[in-house]
Each structure stands twice: as C-alpha cells, then as structure tokens.
C-alpha cells in the first residue's frame, strides 16, 4: 500500500488557487525531494499533506503518523509562545524567562508570566528516556538540554524543533526547506541525522533547492505554478535536466541607480566598535570584537551558526539591551549622539533579517509594509503619511518591481516578493547604512540573482554602506569588497 497518494488534489489558501489537480504515489522505501521555483507551491503542498489546509477536491491518503517541520518557527504554537516579540530574543537572555531546551522537548513549559512556580502543575513525562537520549545524540542536541532555548543558534533552534517532532515517532517526516540558514557544519549534521532515519524506515518528503539533494533522496517532484510537471526517479532526474549554457550579457544601466544617494551623507565612519563584549550568565556570546566600518564600504559578515553575526547587528540596529554597556560611535557620533533615541538611530539603517521576516504581520497591506519602514515599525503604524511619503512608497515599490502588489496581504506573497517588499521597507527612508542578515533565505536561484541585482544597484554607489550575511559564497552581492569573520565571538 501506499504510503501518500494524492487523486486529483486541489488546494487552495484562503480565497486563493495554489495547487491544481495533483496526482502523485509515495511507495514504501521511497525518499522523495519537492523542487520548483519560488511560488510553485512547494511549501503549500507539505502544509496540506500534514493537515493544514483542506483538500478544495479530490481524495488524499496518508498510512501512519505525520509530522510536519517548517522552515522556521512561526507556525510552532510553543516557541511564538515564548518569544512573543523581535527584541524578546536578546532580552529574554536577562529575564531568564525562557523555557530550555529540555523543557521544550519534554513539554513541561510554564505559562509565561508565571510568578508563583509552584502553582503551576506541569505534565508527567511520557517520553521514553532511552528515545529522548537517542534523538538528542542523533542531532547533537545533548550539551544544550539544560539551555535556554531562545539562546540557540538558528541551526540549533532548527535541529531542536526536528528533535520534537522525531520523539513522536512519525511514520512520515515532513521538512520545508530544513538546510535553509544553517552552515556548513550543521547542513552536515542535519543531513546525516535524515539519512539515519531513511534508514530506519521513516519516510521523509523535504522541499529544497535542487542544489541541497540530500544523499538518500530517491525520487524528485517537480512542481510548476501549482501542477507536476515531472514526479521521476532520481537518477531519471538528473539524466533530465538540461545542461548549463554560458550566455554572453551587455552590461546596462539598472533603472534602480535612480534611487540615488541616501539623505543623510555626512559622515566619515558608518560605525566604530570598540572592544565590543555581550555575556549570558557568564558566558561570552561577543568578546572583544574591534570593527571600523568607513562610509561607502561593502562587507560581507562570516561565522558559523552561533558565532554571534546576530547579536552583533542587534548592538548595531540598538535592538539589544547590552548595547548600553558598549563603546562604539555610529555615523561619526558616541552610540548614535547625546541625546539620540533609539529611533533616532534606527532612522539612519534599514535592516532585513530572518527574525524580522519571522515577526512580520503578515495581514499587513504591501503598501502598508513598505510604509512602515518610515516609522520602524512592524507594519502598524498611526501617523498619517505625507503626500511626499506616499509617493516615496510607490516609487520605492516601482523601482523594487513590486507596485503591483501594493493592494495585496504580505501572506499572499511568494517568499521572493516578501524578501523584495522587506527590502523596499528598509529602502523607503533611503538610508545611509543598509543591514542584510540572510536575505535570501529560501529563495531560489531565480530570485537570488534579482536580489542581488538590486542590491548591488541600491547599494553600489559610494554614499551607502553595506552589511551583508550569507552562508552562502555565491549569494554575495558584487559590489561586496570587505569580509568580517566571527568565530565563537571573536574575530578571526
């Protein structure tokens, strides 16, 4: 018998069509990657084989338990439970509020605003001990147990919420994008944890770029605006795909160079970290990190997962609450400048990072979202705009080729045209220090290439300063010259 089949399945996602009269079979033994462009319906699909979205027609099957990991933790009910808001990640460090890792896995979570810990009954554990070590080995989880989990880095948050839905012993595994954001260590780690469950009889349905096949894959589907276009061996896939051709380009002149320079150019250094230092409950996340950056430089910022790129922009962005108890100038000025508030400060960078896009409302208008950025808000905002503000928006989005979605919910974007609209939201205010933390998470090459292009024609010109983080070598923009390379809080 089957172990997934699909007759004739249409999906849709709210008022809207995704996927089209789907007809697919998963046999036993088989391990099956979903490719297809940003849009194709990719992640829609996954959502409705766990349940997530009703069939519009047609008949689905599913043989044994089914356990859905998406490619970040918005969907997760505990862990949006415990970190309600952006800056919660740095300053739940201080409040020592967060649940562990442990506690995460096994269950046992308190309310949050508990006062009286003894008026809470927690659940027994009903976990096997023998299980819970297995898994937590199996993922290198076992040293972070007794860790808050809002510490984590993104890799090990990733492999914490795998381990969650591995102690339920699924009989089918689902995985959206799960190398999305990790380093080379920790796609490794992921990677042979999979290929240990392949083995042991769980099937495993991943959707991932065609670059990130794992090894145990055995099948590939295909999807194409919400239809397979191929469901094929791998092998058969492989043999199938074309082979890459060298096309000669002219070089022309991006209508993005109209943005022109940012508004507020005066200035010699973006920044200056001085000895910058961040410690935990003794433990030194930042130690000692010197850097100078001059206005009008392109750097690229390095280190593995957990080696403090995040909590070094959150110093930078003022989004952390050790950020007081630092020396560093920014734009010239002692920590922004006598006097200056957060906002004042944050109305000089515009900032795209994984967290953000996390927390993003995303019933909020485009137009909305991008007007936000004036206010550094996260899509809710009461001013009213100004007719100069207005026309900025539409200018904005035109230039970022998203003014046609402008009447649309930013849920109803594929990821390349949140991304875009993200960026245009940091662009909006023209800032003179742009901040790109992992902005083409889970975009496809397709999309990649675009938002490098604008990027690299925003950001080229002399007057704007760029920050730019990937894992990735070839999603650094061009215009990148710098690199800064953390590695356990230290530069190396």
Same mark, same amino acid.
């Given at each position: 018998?089957?172990?997934?089949?699909?007759?004739?399945?249409?999906?849709?996602?709210?008022?809207?069509?995704?996927?089209?009269?789907?007809?697919?079979?998963?046999?036993?033994?088989?391990?099956?990657?979903?490719?297809?462009?940003?849009?194709?319906? &990719?992640?829609?699909?996954?959502?409705?084989?766990?349940?997530?979205?009703?069939?519009?027609?047609?008949?689905?099957?599913? !043989?044994?338990?089914?356990?859905?990991?998406?490619?970040?933790?918005?969907?997760?009910?505990?862990? /949006?439970?415990?970190?309600?808001?952006?800056?919660?990640?740095?300053?739940?460090?201080?409040?020592?509020? @967060?649940?562990?890792?442990?506690? *995460?896995?096994?269950?046992?979570?308190?309310?949050?605003?508990?006062?009286?810990?003894?008026?809470?009954?927690?659940?027994?554990?009903?976990?096997?001990?023998?299980?819970?070590? !297995?898994?937590?080995?199996?993922?290198?989880?076992?040293?972070?147990?007794?860790?808050?989990?809002?510490?984590?880095?993104?890799?090990?948050? %990733?492999?914490? =919420? =795998?381990? %969650? $839905?591995?102690?339920?012993?699924?009989?089918?595994? =689902?995985?959206?994008?799960?190398?999305?954001?990790?380093?080379?260590? $920790? /796609?490794?780690?992921?990677?042979?944890?999979?290929?240990?469950?392949?083995?042991?009889? *769980? +099937?495993?349905?991943?959707?991932?770029?065609?670059?990130?096949?794992?090894?145990?894959?055995?099948?590939?589907?295909?999807?194409?605006?919400?239809?397979?276009?191929?469901?094929?061996?791998?092998?058969?896939?492989?043999?199938?795909?074309?082979?890459?051709?060298?096309?000669?380009?002219?070089?022309? %002149?991006?209508?993005?160079?109209?943005?022109?320079?940012?508004?507020?150019?005066?200035?010699?250094?973006?920044?200056?970290?001085?000895?910058?230092?961040?410690?935990?409950?003794?433990?030194?996340?930042?130690?000692?990190?010197?850097?100078?950056?001059?206005?009008?430089?392109?750097?690229?910022?390095?280190?593995?997962?957990?080696?403090?790129?995040?909590?070094?922009?959150?110093?930078?962005?003022?989004?952390?609450?050790?950020?007081?108890?630092?020396?560093?100038?920014?734009?010239? !000025? &002692?920590?922004?400048? !006598?006097?200056?508030?957060?906002?004042?400060?944050?109305?000089?960078?515009?900032?795209?990072?994984?967290?953000?896009?996390?927390?993003?409302?995303?019933?909020?208008?485009?137009?909305?979202?991008?007007?936000?950025?004036?206010?550094?808000?996260?899509? *809710?905002?009461?001013?009213?705009?100004?007719?100069?503000?207005?026309?900025?928006?539409?200018?904005?989005?035109?230039?970022?080729?998203?003014?046609?979605?402008?009447?649309?919910?930013? $849920?109803?974007?594929?990821?390349?045209?949140?991304?875009?609209?993200?960026?245009?939201? @940091?662009?909006?205010?023209?800032?003179?220090?742009?901040?790109?933390?992992?902005? +083409?998470?889970?975009?496809?090459?397709? @999309?990649?290439?675009?938002? &490098?292009?604008?990027?690299?024609?925003? @950001?080229?010109?002399?007057? %704007?300063?760029?920050?730019?983080?990937?894992?990735?070598?070839?999603?650094?923009?061009? +215009?990148?010259?710098?690199?800064?390379?953390?590695?356990?809080?230290?530069? *190396?």
């Amino acid at each position: 018998m089957d172990i997934l089949s699909l007759t004739d399945v249409s999906v849709r996602k709210y008022d809207t069509p995704v996927l089209h009269d789907l007809r697919w079979q998963v046999r036993p033994g088989e391990q099956w990657a979903v490719v297809g462009s940003n849009g194709s319906g &990719k992640t829609t699909l996954l959502e409705a084989l766990a349940g997530r979205w009703a069939t519009a027609r047609g008949t689905m099957h599913r !043989q044994g338990a089914v356990e859905f990991v998406a490619n970040d933790y918005s969907f997760n009910r505990i862990v /949006r439970a415990a970190a309600q808001y952006y800056q919660q990640r740095f300053q739940a460090y201080e409040a020592e509020v @967060a649940p562990t890792v442990r506690e *995460v896995l096994t269950g046992r979570l308190k309310p949050i605003g508990t006062v009286n810990e003894q008026s809470v009954k927690l659940p027994e554990v009903t976990i096997d001990t023998e299980r819970f070590e !297995q898994v937590s080995q199996l993922l290198h989880l076992t040293p972070l147990l007794d860790h808050p989990f809002i510490t984590l880095s993104n890799g090990e948050t %990733r492999r914490m =919420l =795998l381990a %969650r $839905s591995l102690l339920k012993r699924p009989n089918i595994l =689902l995985l959206d994008h799960p190398f999305v954001g990790l380093d080379v260590h $920790s /796609r490794q780690v992921l990677r042979e944890a999979l290929a240990s469950l392949a083995t042991e009889g *769980v +099937c495993i349905v991943l959707a991932t770029p065609p670059s990130e096949l794992p090894d145990y894959i055995t099948h590939v589907l295909e999807l194409d605006n919400g239809r397979i276009s191929r469901a094929l061996s791998l092998s058969d896939w492989l043999t199938s795909q074309p082979a890459p051709t060298a096309t000669a380009t002219t070089p022309t %002149r991006s209508p993005l160079a109209a943005f022109g320079p940012p508004g507020f150019t005066d200035f010699s250094y973006a920044f200056r970290l001085r000895n910058i230092r961040v410690v935990y409950n003794g433990q030194a996340v930042l130690d000692g990190v010197n850097w100078d950056v001059r206005k009008g430089e392109k750097w690229a910022l390095s280190g593995p997962n957990g080696s403090g790129k995040s909590t070094l922009l959150s110093i930078l962005t003022a989004d952390h609450p050790q950020r007081f108890a630092n020396d560093y100038d920014l734009f010239d !000025q &002692k920590r922004g400048g !006598q006097g200056k508030s957060i906002w004042d400060i944050k109305q000089q960078i515009g900032h795209v990072s994984p967290e953000l896009h996390l927390y993003f409302p995303t019933d909020t208008l485009v137009s909305k979202t991008i007007a936000s950025g004036f206010f550094d808000a996260t899509g *809710v905002y009461f001013r009213q705009l100004t007719p100069e503000q207005t026309q900025q928006v539409h200018r904005t989005a035109q230039l970022l080729g998203v003014e046609d979605l402008l009447d649309r919910t930013f $849920s109803k974007l594929s990821k390349g045209e949140q991304r875009l609209t993200l960026l245009a939201r @940091a662009l909006v205010k023209n800032p003179p220090l742009l901040i790109l933390d992992e902005p +083409c998470q889970g975009l496809d090459i397709a @999309a990649i290439e675009k938002f &490098k292009e604008v990027v690299d024609a925003v @950001a080229g010109g002399a007057e %704007r300063t760029l920050i730019y983080v990937s894992h990735y070598p070839h999603e650094i923009p061009g +215009c990148v010259t710098h690199t800064l390379r953390l590695q356990q809080g230290k530069v *190396v």
